[in-house]
């Protein structure tokens, strides 16, 4: 029975590979590819580090272990603000700690690049000019910023349009043994997101400093009629692009900021964290969210003015390399700062420290660090994806 | 038909959760690299399956947030993006059949124990026909065929990979073999190894 295909078996076998091997350049092909060595990057500004439980039927590690493997074994961005990209039914297996991490302590800073443009100068958070005041507490560098964004003018935007954002950003992992780290590559992002959230985004990603570099290329899928394009029956609600749906006063923010719920963090984990300390993270993705609303931005200043534990740093440098003052949040184990051009008051972007974690594990013996930036380069409106302003 | 279901599963987790973390792509290639090049080599030979299936995953990690688990694994995806882009060296295919048609192996080169030997005589008997065959096929219907006897997909599979009814999927089989039949003499060459000789 089946007497020609099993004759077509064996002439297949025969036309095959001498062996089952792969050729191992071809491994090397595919996986050493930089955005598959890389955390994921979907970013919609700041994402909050996720610690993730082992899947089901994993062994429970040791307190030390779990934390080695927590750093060592994955890492993601989760969406705050776009649920229906955390697709958490089946992204839930083997993801635990996400790291974007920057070179900045490891290494030289990236060299410097232009400041952060706008569509048309103030148009969209555009610079105000002039030189400013300089600021020496967190309300001086609040009342500033906010005093920029207030002159901005709101824009318009079409629901069909798509809001560009070009940013750097460097991802690492850093793996507890020994104190061992690697350093990460500055990645140059373009991301172009659907204002009203129904129409499929793209992210492009190359190496900053090889402009020849192939662009590896992401699309967003929208949410249309309640479900993710592309995705089956994904069940998804439309995530706007153009502001976020964010609020824009400042009572408003601060109860978005403050809000209950732990933002898919497991509870454990979430309770190492503050609720200022949460709530100076939300921030941070509010900004970066908001970076093409300047109400949604005077929102985030008012509110983080009332914030407490804030203090300000300056002589900063975010990642693109550009001198910075930042507004700073210290918590027991994570550092964040919101960096703004020292003459401006621009928001540039932002970088956190995620440390201490030793002592989550009472491991003195093992030095731990993890670092987030990410910088903001370009903000503008588009009429397409893929379009360049 | 169905084989690996455990490792297509464990393939199509790791599809999915690479859109979250990329580096668990490497999961995803790990365990379907290995059936893609072979079925590649098969049809086009060592350079161009190397080509091609490092396009195919390179594409599949660009493609992976609009891969629906609802509707296949994704082996079947997979194989999709390969036939899709063998498509476009059909040249090289053909080139490789006719080779192989105009190749006349020595059935004494055979050997193995005993009851083994007859059967694999056939099979390099009907080496240039089944050449031939496979050379004048529609494309439809090779990627049908080659697709169930190299790759062991299953109808439903073959359906997905190449988004065509699963009715398609059997009359594509039947008009596929029904020339490899005819060219290999219209008869169950197993039943007389002499036949093709």
Same mark, same amino acid.
């Given at each position: ?6 004759l077509l078996?064996?002439f297949g076998?025969d036309l095959g ?26 970013? &919609? ?24 493997? &927590? ?10 603000? &776009?649920?229906?990209? =955390? ?11 996400? #790291? ?10 990236? =060299?410097?690049? =232009? ?7 103030? *148009? ?80 492009? &990603? =190359? ?21 993710? *394009? ?64 300047? #109400?949604?931005?005077? #929102? ?90 | ?39 590649a080599y098969q049809r086009v030979g060592?350079?161009t399956a ?36 063998l498509?476009?060296h059909h040249r090289t295919e053909q080139a490789r059949y006719r080779a192989f048609a105009r190749s006349a192996p ?20 009907v080496r240039a026909p089944l050449a031939r065959a496979l050379g004048q096929l529609s494309a439809?219907d090779r990627d049908?065929l080659l697709?169930?006897a190299w ?25 596929a073999?029904?020339k490899v039949?005819?060219a290999l ?13």
């Open positions: 029975m089946n007497s020609d295909l099993d078996k064996q076998a590979p001498p062996t089952e091997h792969v050729p191992e350049a071809l491994r090397r092909r595919v996986l050493d590819q930089p955005a598959l060595r890389e955390p994921a990057l979907r970013q &919609r500004g700041l994402r909050e580090l996720r610690l993730r439980e082992p899947a089901p039927g994993q062994p429970r590690l040791s307190r030390p272990s779990r934390i080695r493997r &927590r750093i060592s074994s994955g890492a993601r961005w989760v969406g705050a603000i &776009r649920p229906s990209w =955390r697709l958490t039914g089946v992204a839930a297996t083997a993801l635990v700690l996400a #790291a974007v991490t920057a070179v900045a302590l490891v290494g030289p800073p990236v =060299r410097a690049r =232009r400041p952060i443009a706008g569509p048309s100068a103030g *148009s969209i958070g555009g610079s105000t000019g002039g030189p400013s005041t300089a600021a020496q507490t967190p309300t001086q560098l609040l009342r500033l910023a906010a005093a920029r964004v207030a002159v901005a003018p709101e824009p318009t935007v079409r629901p069909n349009q798509f809001v560009y954002l070009q940013s750097v950003a460097v991802y690492q992992d850093i793996y507890l043994d020994g104190g061992w780290s690697a350093r990460g590559i500055p990645t140059l992002v373009r991301e172009w997101r659907s204002v009203d959230g129904t129409h499929d985004g793209l992210i492009r &990603r =190359r190496p900053l400093n090889a402009p020849n570099a192939t662009w590896v290329t992401e699309t967003t899928p929208g949410c249309r009629g309640g479900t993710l *394009s592309g995705a089956g029956r994904t069940a998804c609600t439309p995530a706007p692009g153009y502001a976020g749906g964010l609020p824009t006063t400042g009572d408003a923010m601060y109860g978005y900021l403050y809000r209950p719920g732990t933002d898919d963090l497991p509870m454990q984990y979430a309770a190492q964290i503050s609720a200022d300390e949460r709530a100076f993270e939300r921030a941070a993705s509010a900004l970066s969210l908001g970076q093409t609303s300047p #109400a949604v931005q005077a #929102a985030v200043f008012a509110a983080l003015s009332m914030v407490p534990g804030v203090t300000v740093s300056n002589g900063v440098t975010d990642v693109s390399g550009r001198p910075g003052v930042a507004l700073v949040h210290k918590g027991p184990d994570r550092t964040t700062q919101l960096i703004f051009d020292p003459d401006t008051y621009q928001y540039l972007g932002m970088t956190q420290t995620l440390a201490e974690l030793l002592s989550v594990d009472k491991a003195p013996d093992i030095a731990l660090r993890l670092v987030t930036q990410q910088a903001f380069e370009q903000v503008s409106i588009v009429n397409r994806v893929g379009e360049l302003p | 038909v169905i084989s690996g279901s455990t490792d297509a599963d464990a393939g199509t987790e790791a599809l999915l959760a690479s859109r979250a973390d990329p580096r668990l792509f490497a999961t995803l290639y790990d365990r379907h690299a290995a059936q893609l090049y072979r079925y060592a350079q190397e080509d091609l299936v490092a396009d195919t995953f390179l594409a599949a990690f660009t493609q992976r947030d609009s891969f629906d688990p609802n509707r296949a694994p994704a082996r079947p995806w997979l194989f999709g993006i390969l036939t899709r882009k498509a476009r020595d059935p004494e080169a055979v050997d193995g124990p005993a009851d083994q030997i007859a059967a694999r005589v056939t099979a390099v008997a439809g049908v697709l169930i790759s062991d997909l299953s109808y439903d599979e073959v359906s997905t990979a190449l988004d065509i009814p699963l009715g398609t999927v059997r009359s594509r089989l039947n008009r073999r029904r039949r005819e003499g219209g008869v169950d060459p197993t039943l007389d190894p002499e036949v093709e000789q």
